[in-house]
């Protein structure tokens, strides 16, 4: 459990961390208010890109915490910046660092019971973290490159996958 969640969450946010460094790069190139890519979005009601990494996030330091029996940090949600979103990932990478093997002996097994929207769900950490968690992560991940590829930004594959 732990091989399957923690270095893979870490990785991805390392890689999003990379997206979005040429993003803000591409944002100075182009003359282009940060703000633009910031609080862009696929369609209208969806969430801002600001939003979508904060999600990642939530879902990346979440998931390992629920499954290895610890209390989930609440962050404020108040960035505004790509430094601010650097950091807000970094804090995620540190927080999974503490984590090992050891914590999550068992969780496949053990009861996840949590609120998803407005449902009330409760499963086994397997199914929790295949079926709710990596999903929802990388649906957020991906719509955070989806946005910023939408808006301009020359990325591919290699980029989202981690390398520079």
Same mark, same amino acid.
């Given at each position: =459990?732990?091989?399957?969640?923690?270095?893979?969450?870490?990785?991805?946010?390392?890689?999003?961390?990379?997206?979005?460094?040429?993003a803000?790069?591409?944002?100075?190139?182009r003359?282009?208010?940060?703000?633009?890519f910031?609080?862009?979005?696929?369609?209208?009601? =969806?969430?801002?890109?600001?939003?979508?990494?904060?999600?990642?996030?939530?879902?990346?330091?979440?998931?390992?915490?629920?499954?290895?029996?610890?209390?989930?940090?609440?962050?404020?949600?108040?960035?505004?910046?790509?430094?601010?979103?650097?950091?807000?990932l970094?804090?995620?990478?540190?927080?999974?660092?503490?984590?090992?093997?050891?914590?999550?002996?068992?969780?496949?097994?053990?009861?996840?019971?949590?609120?998803?929207?407005?449902?009330?769900?409760? =499963?086994?950490?397997?199914?929790?973290?295949?079926?709710?968690? =990596?999903?929802?992560?990388?649906?957020?991940?991906?719509?955070?490159?989806?946005?910023?590829?939408?808006?301009?930004?020359?990325?591919?594959?290699?980029?989202?996958?981690?390398r520079?």
């Amino acid at each position: =459990m732990y091989d399957v969640s923690v270095p893979v969450f870490s990785e991805r946010l390392k890689a999003l961390g990379i997206v979005l460094a040429k993003a803000e790069a591409n944002a100075v190139e182009r003359k282009i208010d940060p703000q633009t890519f910031l609080t862009a979005r696929l369609a209208p009601d =969806m969430l801002t890109l600001t939003s979508q990494v904060q999600i990642a996030t939530d879902s990346a330091k979440g998931a390992p915490c629920r499954l290895a029996g610890r209390e989930v940090p609440r962050y404020e949600d108040n960035e505004t910046t790509f430094a601010e979103l650097h950091a807000r990932l970094a804090k995620t990478r540190d927080l999974l660092a503490t984590f090992t093997p050891a914590d999550f002996e068992g969780s496949d097994e053990r009861t996840i019971a949590m609120k998803l929207g407005s449902y009330d769900i409760q =499963m086994p950490g397997l199914r929790y973290l295949l079926d709710v968690a =990596m999903p929802n992560f990388y649906f957020h991940v991906t719509t955070a490159y989806a946005i910023l590829r939408h808006n301009g930004v020359p990325l591919g594959k290699a980029n989202f996958l981690g390398r520079e």
